[in-house]
């Protein structure tokens, strides 16, 4: 079967950095995305990555290993309004999205 | 900008009953979708629509159907609602669909449904 890996929750300092893990098991891969969900409210897009590396976008970044399946979201300076959830997904052979569970990242002062 | 408008935001609903959930967007987006997001599990896919007047099945379509008669506005309807379609519904679009799909998608506020 098809599955996606994420902690369920993290805990960090205000200011710090935080990395946040993502393993995949897919039939096929056509690109990861990272997306950011605050309580009650929509997902919002944070990033894609079809290619192996590190996308740097201002205080987050992601990185991409294709040959291990894995992914990470970076958040750097980390400010009280980043708790939110961390969702990974995977676009698949057949371009379905598949999705993980998400990451509640908790952030105190 | 409105961007991606659902309705209702919330709903109880009585086991049994006929639902529609409202989703309408403003962006011209050719693909639209419909999520059911339930704690510890990630986002389900329920139906999609590569462009207006199509519709396909996703991963958890039964007891669900959909429409696309325009480009703007993709309902989804709950025949006769059971208990296990509790969840948080999400509507969403993208520009084109995803084959092919670089972008991100776009999400409504979503609509918590209850079945008692």
């Known amino acids: 079967g098809q599955n996606i890996d994420q902690p369920t929750e993290m805990t960090a300092t205000e200011g710090a950095i935080v990395q946040i893990n993502c393993t995949y098991q897919t039939s096929g891969f056509n690109g990861l995305f990272w997306y950011q969900q605050h309580a009650g409210e929509a997902p919002t897009f944070l990033s894609y990555n079809v290619l192996d590396g590190l996308e740097e976008k201002g205080r987050f970044s992601s990185f991409l290993s294709r040959s291990k399946g894995y992914s990470y979201l970076l958040l750097k300076e980390l400010q009280m309004k980043d708790s939110a959830s961390y969702l990974c997904a995977v676009m698949d052979s057949n371009y379905q999205l598949i999705w993980g569970a998400g990451t509640k990242l908790i952030i105190k002062p | 900008i409105a961007g991606i408008t659902q309705a209702p935001t919330s709903q109880i609903l009585a086991a049994g009953r006929r639902m529609t959930l409202r989703c309408t967007q403003d962006?011209?987006?050719?693909?639209m979708y419909w999520y059911r997001q339930d704690l510890g599990l990630g986002l389900r896919l329920i139906h999609y629509s590569n462009t207006a007047g199509t519709t396909g099945k996703g991963e958890v379509p039964d007891g669900y159907s959909v429409s696309r008669a325009n480009t703007d506005d993709f309902p989804l309807t709950l025949a006769s609602a059971v208990p296990s379609q509790t969840s948080v519904y999400f509507c969403?679009?993208?520009?084109?669909?995803?084959?092919?799909?670089?972008?991100?998608?776009?999400f409504g506020e979503g609509s918590r449904l209850t079945v008692l």
């Open positions: 969403a679009s993208s520009e084109s669909g995803l084959a092919g799909h670089t972008g991100e998608l776009f």
């Open positions: 962006m011209r987006h050719n693909a």
